[in-house]
């Protein structure tokens, strides 16, 4: 059973325009997202994260926008770059335990030039 | 700058065979992780070890074990590698509450 949902699996945009990709989840007792970006050969790399705290985190050209009560994240890239092209993966985790992360199946992002 | 190593980045192995993958972090963190990642699955939990010498159970452990005998090294063993286990392989080690785990290149494990 998926907790995590990422329903598209791709996503193009021109290059200088904002990429939204999107991201929900079922487990109301998630309290920390993140995401991740990945290159073909190489392991995700962290981007972005909140907390369920707050509804918006910002870093650089990077920003996260969570809404609780419809258990949904997104992430906005301004502006889209030709090397934002990556799988892009949404997860989700809970304080207790060992910070179990629970991931999307990922969205592909291809920035046009 | 946080390292993980994982010791091959392509490994071809055949049915049956006892596999070993292993993975180093250099950040001293505490618990340290196994996916797999296939297409259209995202990344899936085999393993994680939040102690040395400690283990817990992921989503998907049938086929795997795991050691943990050093804080810095966490290895995932294939006790009798199948078809269905070629996949991309994916150690991540962090820290417990809210911090992100670190990833490192993965494993590219072929069963023939």
């Known amino acids: 059973d998926q907790q995590v949902k990422q329903n598209s699996p791709s996503l193009s945009v021109q290059e200088g325009r904002i990429s939204i990709l999107n991201c929900d989840y079922t487990?109301?007792?998630?309290?920390?997202f993140l995401w991740y970006k990945k290159y073909p050969a190489e392991g995700p790399t962290f981007l972005i994260s909140?907390?369920?705290?707050?509804d918006k985190n910002e870093d650089g050209r990077f920003t996260v926008f969570l809404n609780k009560s419809a258990k949904h994240l997104s992430l906005h890239i301004v502006p889209s770059q030709p090397g934002d092209s990556a799988v892009y993966f949404c997860a989700a985790s809970t304080q207790t335990g060992a910070n179990n992360l629970f991931f999307g199946t990922g969205t592909r992002l291809t920035v046009i030039p | 700058d946080v390292k993980v190593t994982q010791s091959s980045r392509y490994l071809v192995k055949r049915t049956g065979e006892k596999v070993f993958l292993e993975c180093v972090q250099d950040?001293?963190?505490?618990?340290m992780f196994w996916y797999r990642q296939d297409p259209g699955l995202g990344l899936r939990l085999i393993y994680f070890?939040?102690?040395?010498?400690?283990?817990e159970k992921g989503d998907i452990p049938e086929g795997y074990s795991v050691s943990r005998e050093k804080k810095e090294r966490f290895s995932l063993i294939l006790e009798s590698a199948s078809t269905n286990q070629t996949s991309m392989y994916l150690c991540a080690s962090g820290n417990p509450g809210n911090q992100p785990q670190h990833f490192g290149d993965g494993t590219r494990l072929s069963i023939l």
């Open positions: 909140i907390s369920s705290i707050k």
């Open positions: 070890s939040y102690d040395v010498k400690m283990k």
């Open positions: 487990n109301s007792m998630f309290d920390y």
């Open positions: 950040m001293d963190h505490e618990n």
